[in-house]
């Protein structure tokens, strides 16, 4: 049994904020990039929690992230407003855009949010998690690196694009999914490989292509999209709407220009926001109560909801702590003193 260390949410938070100020990054971006980091961990997201330190602080070494890059809002007034994150990470360039993607999604019922140039290290929920709060329905989808091959192929060309969508619920958690379009994220592959233990059958492919449990394997081979020809399909379309269609990166071009991928993904973002209310105006329904008529239907034949163990490991979090093995708390005083 390894021995634990219980830290608040507060007390985490403070220590990964501290890493990244003490490794350069301005206040506010140290700030946005620890609640990310902190909320993953929060709500035992391991492969986005934590973990993902190591990660940024190899990029802002390696001087593939702007520590100082300050998002700049381009509003025009018109449905689609842009961050440029100028070369900074992904969640300032957000939490710079959300305001004006939600007023505009009031308005006009529809809005877009176009996330230029930045560095993705984080899982989606945060962001439709977010909107959701605001009352918004949201879709939000970035490619990643090459690391998965398409259905029937066997070579790494579509990322790991994840997709999220965020749904509202009167006096409660949103509905929330996110997953990565590829079986597993990477990061759980490289859990694996960490504990030395096998990844399970039909994640991912050895370099010739033959079917592989060794982690290592895979991650020189291929991941594989989940739900053959349709993760793929979705995948694809990741690719077009938030790499090609916005003029950023798709994942092939962010593992060239990032010279492979010991290095996190720099490339583009988009979020759609939608105004429920404004749909079904004319309809005369709450789409609200209409959507809990579908969604409080589960637990009823005993089917969970995503986002449910999240949810219920926020709480556990927020009431208990956040537990630590002995190797992640030696591995944050590490980060401290660097
Ligand atoms: P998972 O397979 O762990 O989970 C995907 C979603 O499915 C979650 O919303 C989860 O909810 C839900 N879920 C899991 N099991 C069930 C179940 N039995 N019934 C109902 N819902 C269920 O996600 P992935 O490994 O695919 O992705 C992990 C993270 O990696 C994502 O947050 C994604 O954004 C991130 N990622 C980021 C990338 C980037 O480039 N930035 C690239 C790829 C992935 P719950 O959490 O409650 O279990
Ligand atoms: O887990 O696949 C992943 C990932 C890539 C970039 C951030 N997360």
Redesign the pocket.
């Known amino acids: 049994m390894t021995e634990e260390t219980t830290l608040s949410v507060e007390a985490l938070f403070e220590r990964v904020r501290n890493i990244f100020e003490k490794a350069g990054v301005r206040l506010q971006s140290a700030e946005a990039v620890a609640r990310t980091i902190v909320a993953g961990e929060r709500d035992h ?1 391991k ?2 929690g934590i973990y993902r330190i190591e990660g940024c602080l190899r990029v802002l070494a390696a001087g593939k992230v702007s520590p100082d890059a300050v998002p700049q809002l381009h509003d025009s007034g018109k449905a689609v407003i842009e961050v440029d994150a100028g070369s900074g990470f992904s969640n300032p360039a957000f939490e710079a855009g959300k305001a004006a993607l939600a007023e505009r999604a009031r308005q006009s019922g529809l809005a877009a949010l176009v996330i230029r140039d930045c560095l ?6 945060h962001d439709v998690e977010a909107l959701a709060e605001m009352g918004l329905a949201s879709l939000s989808l ?1 490619p ?1 690196y090459a690391f998965v091959a398409p259905a029937g192929g066997k070579e790494p060309l579509l ?4 997709l ?1 969508f965020g749904w509202p619920r009167p006096g409660q958690n949103p509905y ?5 379009t590829s079986v ?5 592959i490289e859990l694996h490989r960490r504990a030395g233990t096998p990844i399970p059958e039909g994640w991912a492919v050895d370099k010739d292509g033959a079917p592989t449990t060794d982690p290592d394997a895979a991650l020189t081979g291929a991941m594989l999209p989940f739900g053959a020809h349709k993760g793929s399909a979705i995948s694809t379309m990741i690719e077009l709407l938030a790499g090609a269609m916005l003029g950023e990166f798709m994942s092939r071009e962010a593992l060239d220009f990032m010279g492979g991928g010991a290095l996190l ?1 720099r490339h583009g973002a988009l979020i759609v926001a939608f105004d429920p209310a404004t749909f079904a105006a004319r309809s005369g329904r709450d789409p609200l109560a209409e959507g809990e008529k579908l969604l409080t239907a589960f637990g009823a034949q005993g ?8 949810f219920a490991a926020r709480a556990k979090s927020l009431a208990e702590g956040i537990a630590l093995t002995e190797a992640e708390m030696d591995q944050l005083d590490r980060f401290e003193q660097h």
Not at 176 to 180: H, S, Y
Request: aromatic share 12%.
């Open positions: 997201c492969s986005h993705h290290f984080s899982a989606l929920w970035c990643s990322g790991t694009n994840p999220a929330v999914f996110d997953f990565a597993a994220a990477r990061g759980e993904p089917a969970r909801l995503p986002s449910q163990r999240r």
